[in-house]
Each structure stands twice: as structure tokens, then as C-alpha cells.
């Protein structure tokens, strides 16, 4: 079976500049839950997303979204890019809550 | 609000050397989950333990065992007999059951295991 797939693996950007990630779900999962890691803040929650519907939302400027496609997979997105927003991005997969959630190996984000 | 504390940043053993990471955390549900993930250099975070709050029960897995108490809040992990391949960062976190699948992680361990 598959893992958490998410490209790409290394990104860089320019400042102002806008991004997208990528995540494919293990297979039959349809929670898909999005992290940002970071040396200062550690592991935040950005969202997470359930049969297309966002079900669940951190602390995060209106610059970060998402969206999720009816075959699970998601995206996200983030606009305006600030060299703060320079971080691994990891996203995760889970059959529903309280499921174990089971992690991609990231994508890292540089914003110069 | 919900909150996960791991208060050792970075532990250094020597191989063979049995440690314990700790973790406490505050909920106010009373149905939660608890987990514990290992994130090796490469970044992907590594799925450990679940626990449901319901389950006190202490499990052994191997070289792993985890003690979970309600009493005291806390979900604490104990490597036995560590090997290098163990050195990585530990993380433990919370799902609260209202919260749908939202992990609130605490700040990590370093482990580090010297030959």
C-alpha cells in the first residue's frame, strides 16, 4: 500500500511570490490534514480536510489555504510568500478522527 | 485549549543506555487520543503509538514501552536498551475528539544515541 505522497519534495520562491503543494493520500483515507515545521514555532496545525470539506482550521493568515478533490487528494496554498513562510510543510492522512494519522516525507519551502 | 509539553529539548545516552522521553499534556475533553511519532533526519514523521483515553493500559512493544497515567496528565516513553539507529527527534501530541483529526504536537526531544 502506498504512503503519503507529496511533491514536490524542495521548493524555492522569491518573496511575493505564490506556491503549491501537493498531497496524495494513502488510498481509502479521506481526512487530509496539513502541518507547518519550523525551528521556532515547531509542528503547527494549518488545516484539515474531509470529503472535500475544510472541517477544521489553525491559526493562520488568510494567505495559507487549501482545498481537497473527490478523490482525496489536496492542495495547498500559499499567497503573497514571506521569508517567515520558509518551513517543511507535512502532510498527513487518516481514515477519520482519532485515526491514526499517517505523515508524507514533506515539502521543504524556501523563500528568498 | 489543548496542549502538549515535552519538557527535555535534546537527550544524549550512550548505546545500551535505557531513557525515557516525557510528555504531559492538558485537555479539558474527556475523550482524547494520544500519540507518539519519531521524525528521523530525513523529515517524515513516523508513526509510534495511538492511545484513546478510555485505555490506561501500559503497552511494551520491543525495546519501546509507554506509560500513560491520567492522574498526572502524562504519556511518557521509555526506550530500553537504545541503539544509534534510535537518535532522532520524538515528538508526542493530542487529538481532542471534538477537534476532528487535529494534532496538537509538543515541542519534540532530541534523542541522541553515542556508539
Known amino acids: 500500500k502506498a504512503g503519503v505522497t507529496q511533491t514536490p519534495r524542495y521548493l524555492i520562491k522569491t518573496r511575493g511570490q505564490q506556491v503549491t503543494l501537493s498531497c496524495s493520500p494513502i488510498s481509502g483515507h479521506r481526512s487530509v490534514s496539513w502541518y507547518q515545521q519550523t525551528p521556532g514555532q515547531g509542528l503547527q496545525f494549518l488545516f484539515e480536510?474531509?470529503?472535500?470539506?475544510?472541517?477544521n482550521k489553525g491559526n493562520f493568515p488568510g494567505r495559507f489555504s487549501g482545498r481537497q478533490f473527490s478523490n482525496s487528494r489536496s492542495e495547498m496554498n500559499v499567497s503573497t510568500l514571506e521569508l517567515g513562510d520558509s518551513a517543511l510543510y507535512l502532510c498527513a492522512s487518516s481514515l477519520g478522527m482519532g485515526a491514526v494519522a499517517f505523515f508524507g516525507q514533506g515539502t521543504r519551502l524556501t523563500v528568498v | 485549549a489543548q496542549k502538549v509539553t515535552q519538557a527535555q529539548t535534546e537527550i544524549s545516552v550512550v548505546e545500551k543506555e535505557d531513557v525515557t522521553l516525557d510528555c504531559v499534556y492538558e485537555t479539558r475533553d474527556t475523550t482524547y487520543y494520544l500519540f507518539w511519532y519519531k521524525q528521523p533526519p530525513s523529515g517524515e514523521l513516523v508513526f509510534l503509538i495511538r492511545r484513546n483515553s478510555f485505555d490506561e493500559q501500559n503497552e511494551i512493544s520491543g525495546r519501546y514501552s509507554w506509560n500513560f497515567q491520567k492522574s498526572t496528565s502524562s504519556f511518557n516513553f521509555t526506550i530500553t536498551a537504545s541503539q544509534v539507529v534510535d537518535s532522532a527527534v520524538y515528538f508526542c501530541a493530542l487529538s481532542e475528539a471534538d477537534a476532528g483529526n487535529m494534532l496538537t504536537f509538543g515541542g519534540g526531544t532530541r534523542l541522541m544515541v553515542k556508539p
Open positions: 480536510y474531509f470529503s472535500e470539506t475544510q472541517r
